[in-house]
């Protein structure tokens, strides 16, 4: 059984900064990609930043600076410090699973980000 629990959402004004937290539980895997997407009311749903096994990142050009996005074993952090209102969207935890040879891609239920101006 795959879990992919998020917390650390809610409410700051522009400028502050929110962490959010991805707890996944994924017994029988390994874990090949783990990371955050974000989607906007009306907008497709875009990659913030991942972790690939053996620890590169990649993040997305608009939070590059401001972001970042590490992992203590199976938990994943995003840390948003200088938040913008364009950064108001539902944060999705997001894992690419690994088991016999197979890929398997997996979702939280996301946790709203919302930033004011």
């Known amino acids: 059984q795959v879990q992919l629990v998020e917390s650390g959402g809610g409410l700051v004004q522009a400028g502050g900064s929110l962490r959010l937290s991805c707890a996944a539980s994924?017994?029988?895997?390994?874990?090949?990609?783990i990371g955050w997407y974000r989607q906007a009311p009306g907008k497709q749903r875009e990659l913030v930043a991942r972790?690939?096994?053996?620890?590169s990142t990649n993040y997305a050009d608009s939070v590059k600076g401001r972001f970042t996005i590490s992992r203590d074993n199976a938990t994943v952090y995003l840390q948003m410090n200088l938040l913008k209102p364009e950064d108001t969207a539902v944060y999705y935890c997001?894992?690419?699973?690994?088991?016999?040879?197979?890929?398997?891609?997996?979702w939280g239920q996301g946790t709203q980000v919302t930033v004011s101006s």
């Open positions: 997001n894992a690419d699973l690994e088991r016999s040879t197979y890929i398997y891609r997996y």
């Open positions: 994924v017994s029988g895997f390994s874990i090949h990609v």
């Open positions: 972790i690939i096994s053996g620890g």
